[in-house]
């Protein structure tokens, strides 16, 4: 089977559950920037793997998140997958404990950046954001269910940002006026 099947050509596409739509679609919208941030998290995994210390359990975390947009995107899609919010926001929750415990306490606000992985996990949680700003727009209560995990997946991109710019020995700059 080819990549190409000329069924978008005129601009509309189709979901899991076979209906089509405008690639311009509120939803097709949104799959698209969870599509976006799916592949910046992967530049986020890929600095790691080039990184002078071992980060293999942080990039295990990245890939799970990854996981979890590609299962968000398909049930957006109208596919049958299951997300247990609840569950996901507390392995998130957990997650940001552990990392919380690894670094010093802020009492100010950084600036982001640091190493290139840093400041790239910096931009995938600006991104992260962007994403749920644009759930939230879209009013629809089977999207509203991500709400929480989408709040929380910036949190933790902030802590583990921050974390690997201290492993890797990186001092944060503090916001001054």
Not at 42 to 49: E, K, Q
Not at 61 to 80: N, T
Not at 123 to 146: D, N
Request: aromatic residues 10%; glycine residues 6%; contains cysteine.
């Amino acid at each position: 089977m080819s990549i190409y099947t000329q069924a978008g050509d005129k601009g509309m596409t189709g979901l899991a559950n076979g209906q089509r739509v405008q690639k311009d679609s509120k939803v097709i919208e949104f799959i698209g920037l969870l599509d976006e941030l799916n592949s910046y998290i992967g530049i986020c995994v890929s600095h790691l793997y080039e990184a002078d210390f071992d980060f293999s359990q942080d990039i295990d975390v990245l890939e799970e998140i990854q996981k979890d947009l590609f299962v968000v995107g398909a049930i957006c899609a109208g596919g049958k997958l299951k997300f247990d919010s609840l569950k996901e926001v507390e392995n998130i929750e957990k997650t940001i404990d552990d990392y919380e415990g690894l670094i010093p306490k802020l009492s100010n606000f950084i600036l982001p950046g640091g190493c290139l992985a840093a400041a790239h996990i910096h931009y995938s949680r600006t991104f992260s954001r962007k994403v749920e700003r644009y759930a939230v727009s879209l009013k629809s209560p089977s999207i509203e269910t991500f709400l929480p995990y989408l709040n929380r997946l910036s949190d933790l991109l902030f802590v583990m940002a921050r974390y690997v710019n201290r492993k890797e020995k990186i001092k944060e700059s503090i916001w001054k006026i």
